[in-house]
């Protein structure tokens, strides 16, 4: 089955603390996997996205992600978090003939103290 | 380059109405996918068009129906409706159908359901 599971629902780091959101993902195919960010209310802003290649990959706003195919997983981080970082961020995986079908995470809620 | 642009951005309607949803897609994007994203969950994929034909479509009933005009705009409609289908609706382009090409989320139409 294809699934996406980011197991941690909310987070809460301190603003120059450095973070790390996990995403484990099960895929048939050659995964394309997505991070994006959502602020309350709004659509989806892609932070990164990988296809092939490098392993490691860099995104918007000092974000970057690594793939490992050996353990399905796809984790964002980020050296040193701003209190604008706070939002909803989602995992995704999609395929190249799955007729544009992302699958999505449920999500997970970051909070960020002063 | 205009990104992707969604109307209305709220709407409230009765159940067993009908509703439509339009997208216009992002400059020289030809796909458009729709999605449902429940309060709390993780966006879940409706279908995709692709110049003009419904190229993929997810776990939604038939009363789940779109179009694509030749200047790659799309409108989702939804009859009958139901208590559950109050979500934020998502249309995302992108250049072609597959997930490699990556995605372009617009804000949303906000849909509840009385």
């Known amino acids: 089955a294809q699934s996406v599971t980011q197991p941690d629902i909310h987070i809460t780091v301190s603003e120059g603390a450095s973070l790390e959101l996990r995403c484990n993902y099960s895929?048939?195919?050659?995964?394309?996997l997505f991070w994006y960010v959502q602020s309350p209310g709004q659509g989806l802003q892609l932070l990164l996205k990988?296809?092939?290649?490098?392993?490691l990959v860099q995104g918007i706003k000092g974000f970057e992600a690594e793939f490992k195919r050996s353990q399905s997983s796809f984790n964002l981080r980020k050296p040193s978090v701003h209190w604008s970082d706070a939002a909803e961020y989602f995992c995704a995986v999609g395929g190249n003939n799955q007729g544009g079908k992302l699958i999505f995470g449920q999500g997970t809620e970051l909070s960020v103290k002063p | 380059e205009t990104g992707v642009t969604q109307s209305p951005t709220h709407l409230i309607k009765t159940r067993g109405q009908q509703v439509t949803l339009r997208c216009s897609s992002q400059s020289g994007h030809n796909t458009v996918s729709w999605y449902q994203q429940a309060l709390g969950q993780g966006p879940q994929f409706i279908f995709q068009?692709?110049?003009?034909?419904?190229?993929g479509r997810g776990n939604f009933p038939p009363r789940f129906s779109g179009l694509q005009f030749p200047n790659y705009s799309s409108e989702l409609n939804v009859n009958a409706l139901e208590l559950d289908d109050s979500a934020l609706y998502l249309c995302?382009?992108?250049?072609?159908?597959?997930?490699?090409?990556?995605?372009?989320f617009g804000s949303g139409t906000r849909l509840t359901v009385v």
């Open positions: 990988y296809f092939s290649g490098d392993t």
């Open positions: 895929y048939g195919a050659t995964p394309y």
């Open positions: 995302a382009s992108s250049l072609q159908g597959g997930s490699n090409y990556g995605y372009t």
């Open positions: 068009y692709y110049r003009e034909e419904e190229n």
